[in-house]
Each structure stands twice: as structure tokens, then as C-alpha cells.
């Protein structure tokens, strides 16, 4: 029955951390802000949650990180609201920033002078500064959107780490350099100073695994919360998004992450990786050593022993 089944997916998370845990000590802590620097490396936490609300977790699913680029994919789904609302947002916003994998790391300016500042895709900084800049013409206030939007999905409210906000800000010298690139080209429109804060804020939006597993589950949902039954994104708009996450979430590892783990995924640079399990799980997972690409070294182990054991890829 399901209490069984329930059982034995609580054992198997146990075993999969078992096996991923080790692996932090092949990653390496991001140090580009002292507050990255300072986490404790043997932190891990892996939450599952199910679209009926049953949450399996293992470790420190309850203790908050900044969600750093996980939250690009908030602020993609707040643009493609506003882009399902009106036919004219819709084209700017595609015709801003594209769809294709970069292969190249997710800080990289190379691709933005070759290809007229027009970011590859919105998981990587450039097309995350772009959405932004578009989600300032059309949010009355975009850090409260933005925060409204995760604390529901979240199921409780959540908050921002000034202090990571500020800390962000002050080491954006590659990220503003991509944006002044970007306006030289006429592909952002508001002040870089107002573009960084929006982009510095969202990165520092504090949530735990627990909470960011809840906030994917509309994904494997077409679109729909379980939690409230409120549309989020059409169907079609939700499968994109997962699109995005699996051929650009994870950056330039993102052929590695299809091959090895085969699920929608999105990583940030605190060591959060959140997964989508279409018509059954939100998934995250939490450590914060990372591998070269930029994603957390134990929280790929772990997806890929998930996935594999409960034959969870797409493919
Ligand atoms: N704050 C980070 C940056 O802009 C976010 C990047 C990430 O999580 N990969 O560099």
C-alpha cells in the first residue's frame, strides 16, 4: 500500500545520501562573497516532495541558503506571466534573450559581443539580467513580485539576506560588464545600476530545500500548484520552462546532467539544484561544494543515484 511505498522511499533517500554525501570533497566552495565562502561544506539536504504534498526528505532540508541562480527560473516564470498577458511583452521578451544551451560557463561574456547582446538563454547571468530588465517595465515593485511569487509557491514566506543582497552587489564587476555590453547593443533598457540590485536581490532570496522542492512541484504539474490549485504558467508555458531547465539549468553541464540524471534541473551557486519530475515530484537538493561547472559536486551524485534507482529520467 502507500505507506509502504512511502517507507521504502524514505529508506532510499537515506541510502542516496549515503552515497553523495562524500562527494562534497571533490567540490570547492564558491568564494566570491564571504557569506558562499563561510558555509559548511558537510551540509546536505535532499527533499522530495509529491504532487499529493507527502514530503520525503533526508538532512538539512530546513536550514536556508541563498538561492542564487535557482532564482532565474522565478523570475523567467514571472516574465512569462506577464508575457501570456499580452502579445507585445511575449515578442519583446523572446526577442530579447534566445533558447539555446551556451556551452559556455553561466558568467561568461563571450557568446553576448558575438551575438549582438543577445543572451543565449535566461538561466545563464546575461539572459537573467535581460528578464529583469523587462520585469521592471512591468512589475509595479519587482523585489516584492518576486518574493510574493516564491513565498507562494514556497507555502510559507520567505525572505532576502540583505546582506548577500549587498554583498552581491559589490562583486558584480563580470555581471555589470555584461550589462553594460548588453546596452551597447540596445538589449537593456533601464539603468545597470537598477538592472544589478533586481538581479542582486533575487539571487539573495533565502529558501530551504524543503521549500524550493514544493516551489518545482507546479512544473510537473502543467503548470498548476498542487498546493492551492492556482494556475501558474498554461500548460504549454510550464513544459517550456522545463525545456529551459534541461537543456540550459545547469550551463555548460547541462549534456552531462540530461545523460546522468535526465530530469529538469536548475542549479545555483550557494549548491542548490532543484529538479522537476513531471506528473510526480518537486526535488531538491542542497551542498554546497561545487563541481567546475558551477553545480553542487554531492547534489548531482544524488540526483543521478535518484533517478536512476526510481527510473525518474524523461528520457
Ligand atoms: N550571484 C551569482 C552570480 O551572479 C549567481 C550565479 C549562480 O548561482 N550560478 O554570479
Not at 184 to 201: E, M, Q, R, T, W
Not at 250 to 270: M, N, Q
Request: aromatic share 6%; charged share 25%.
Amino acid at each position: 500500500g502507500g505507506d509502504d511505498a512511502s517507507k521504502d522511499l524514505d529508506a532510499l533517500l537515506e541510502e542516496v545520501a549515503e552515497i553523495a554525501r562524500p562527494k562534497a570533497s571533490e567540490g570547492e566552495l564558491a568564494d566570491y562573497i564571504p557569506e558562499l565562502r563561510e558555509e559548511d561544506p558537510d551540509s546536505f539536504g535532499l527533499a522530495v516532495v509529491d504532487l499529493d504534498g507527502t514530503e520525503h526528505v533526508v538532512g538539512d532540508v530546513d536550514r536556508p541558503f541563498a538561492i542564487q541562480s535557482v532564482s532565474k527560473v522565478f523570475s523567467l516564470v514571472l516574465a512569462m506571466q506577464k508575457a501570456d498577458a499580452a502579445d507585445g511583452v511575449r515578442k519583446e521578451l523572446w526577442g530579447r534573450v534566445g533558447v539555446e544551451p551556451s556551452g559556455d560557463p553561466f558568467n561568461s561574456l563571450v557568446q553576448l559581443e558575438h551575438e549582438k547582446g543577445i543572451p543565449r538563454n535566461p538561466m545563464i547571468n546575461a539572459g537573467a539580467l535581460v528578464v529583469d530588465d523587462v520585469l521592471l517595465d512591468h512589475c509595479t515593485d519587482h523585489h516584492e513580485e518576486m518574493q510574493a511569487l516564491v513565498s507562494e509557491l514556497a507555502g510559507e514566506e520567505v525572505t532576502v539576506d540583505e546582506r548577500i543582497a549587498s554583498s552581491e552587489e559589490g562583486t558584480s564587476g563580470r555581471n555589470r560588464a555584461m550589462a553594460y555590453l548588453m546596452q551597447s547593443f540596445g538589449n537593456l533598457h533601464h539603468p545597470v545600476d537598477d538592472v544589478i540590485k533586481a538581479y542582486a536581490h533575487q539571487c539573495a532570496v533565502k529558501m530551504t530545500a524543503r521549500q524550493l522542492a514544493r516551489a518545482s512541484r507546479f512544473l510537473a504539474n502543467d503548470g498548476v500548484d498542487p498546493a492551492t490549485g492556482r494556475q501558474i504558467l498554461r500548460p504549454p508555458l510550464a513544459r517550456r520552462v522545463n525545456a529551459l531547465m534541461l537543456t540550459c539549468g545547469t550551463y555548460d553541464a547541462a549534456g552531462e546532467f540530461a545523460f546522468d540524471v535526465g530530469i529538469p534541473c536548475k542549479s545555483g551557486v550557494a549548491g542548490a539544484i532543484m529538479g522537476v519530475v513531471p506528473d510526480r515530484y518537486g526535488v531538491t537538493v542542497w551542498s554546497p561544494p561545487l563541481d567546475q561547472a558551477g553545480n553542487s559536486r554531492a547534489g548531482k551524485a544524488a540526483l543521478h543515484e535518484l533517478t536512476d534507482r526510481l527510473d525518474l529520467s524523461v528520457f
